[in-house]
């Protein structure tokens, strides 16, 4: 979120809710990043983003409000991801290691996103996740 300080005109972006960054952003610069909000196009569509907006009772039809939102969700998604995929490896989890180098006739491990990963790495963004008890 961008917040704006009364006293000295600043802009400051602010980190896990709390926390303000020592740099204070400009108006310009303010102005021109939003500029360029209109030539990215985002991973996450711009129609699946405004429906989820509007369903959370935000009706815009700016898109720049659109695609700040949608690149703060793909932000968000990527860093669970990542803090998914380093539980895997400190779990020890072959599957956050690629196959030898020298061994060129074995297969390269993939990735997969299990519960056991994902669980701490939302619990470190504030999102609990429970497993259910048994499975039919």
Known sequence: AVVSTQSTGH?????????????????DELLNFFKTLDDYSPTLPD?????????????????????LVSLAAQKFITEVASDALTHSQMRGN??????????????EK??????????????????QVKKPAYYM
Not at 11 to 23: D, F, R
Not at 47 to 67: C, E, K, V, W
Not at 99 to 104: I, V
């Open 11 to 27: 802009y400051y972006i602010t980190n896990n809710l709390s926390k303000v960054m020592n740099q204070p952003i400009s108006g």
């Open 110 to 127: 993939k990735n997969c996103l299990r519960m056991e990963d994902l669980q701490p790495a939302l619990a470190d963004m504030g999102i």
């Open 94 to 107: 072959p599957a956050g290691s690629s196959g030898s180098a020298g061994n060129k006739k074995s297969k």
């Open 47 to 67: 129609s699946l983003t405004a429906h989820y907006l509007s369903q959370a009772g935000l009706h815009t039809s700016d898109p720049r409000i659109i695609r």
